[in-house]
């Protein structure tokens, strides 16, 4: 019984596709993310949303849009794919903003433009 | 500026040696520091909270404030602990927005 999901695990697609990677957790938390890691392993966060609510929109490009239909799903939409856009993005979850939890991960989903 | 630096790329050590990951923060509030763990291939886990000041598979941190410093350590490595150690800062604010370090790998050779 996952936690946190993710989907698809990996994701091969052309430059120039729109894709959309799914996330949902069932944890009840209020709290989730978007965290790119790069080829490097770097951790970056994306984007957070509490309760259906954008809180979080660190500097990303347009062309990557969220999208929270409940407070159980954050998905990512991606337009117009590029090679520097391959990485591994993780979503997460957490009880709530603004509280001192850590972070459920979900396992992650390996993109790969081509 | 919130930064989160872990100086060695990557660090290798026998199996049975000591292991020390350092973690060096910048913040200028009260800080809350975390350690994640990533086997090969696998989601990041929760490692180490320094409020709760536990210790989790033989692992410990401790906060040095005057040192800025949340170094992890273990007194006998072992294979299975060769994994992608992050180090973790929660941000100011309402967001709970974690930085991360760059991750440290460990190897521990048999």
């Known amino acids: 019984d996952t936690a946190v999901s993710q989907t698809p695990k990996y994701l091969v697609t052309q430059m120039g596709n729109d894709k959309s990677i799914k996330c949902e957790q069932n944890?009840?938390?209020?709290?989730m993310y978007w965290y790119k890691q790069d080829s490097k392993k770097f951790l970056k966060i994306m984007f957070s949303?509490?309760?259906?609510?954008?809180?979080i929109n660190e500097t990303v490009p347009n062309r990557f849009s969220p999208k929270s239909p409940d407070k159980a799903h954050l998905n990512l939409h991606i337009n117009s794919l590029e090679l520097g856009d391959s990485a591994v993005y993780f979503c997460?979850?957490?009880?709530?903003?603004?509280?001192?939890?850590?972070?459920?991960f979900g396992s992650g989903t390996r993109l790969t433009v081509v | 500026a919130q930064r989160v630096t872990q100086p060695e790329k990557l660090l290798s050590v026998f199996k049975g040696a000591p292991v020390e990951l350092k973690c060096n923060y910048s913040?200028?509030?009260?800080?809350?520091l975390f350690w994640y763990v990533q086997y090969s291939r696998q989601r990041l886990q929760l490692l180490l909270r320094?409020?709760s000041r536990e210790s989790i598979k033989g692992f410990t941190a401790d906060l040095n404030k005057g040192e800025t410093s949340f170094h992890l350590k273990k007194p006998f490595a072992q294979e299975e602990d060769s994994a992608m150690y992050y180090c973790?800062?929660?941000?100011?604010?309402?967001?709970?927005?974690?930085?991360f370090g760059t991750g440290t790998l460990l190897a521990v050779q048999p």
């Open positions: 997460a979850s957490s009880p709530a903003a603004g509280v001192l939890y850590g972070y459920t």
């Open positions: 944890l009840g938390h209020d709290t």
């Open positions: 949303y509490n309760n259906k609510e954008l809180i």
């Open positions: 913040y200028s509030g009260s800080p809350e």
């Open positions: 320094h409020i």
């Open positions: 973790a800062l929660r941000g100011g604010g309402a967001t709970n927005k974690l930085i």
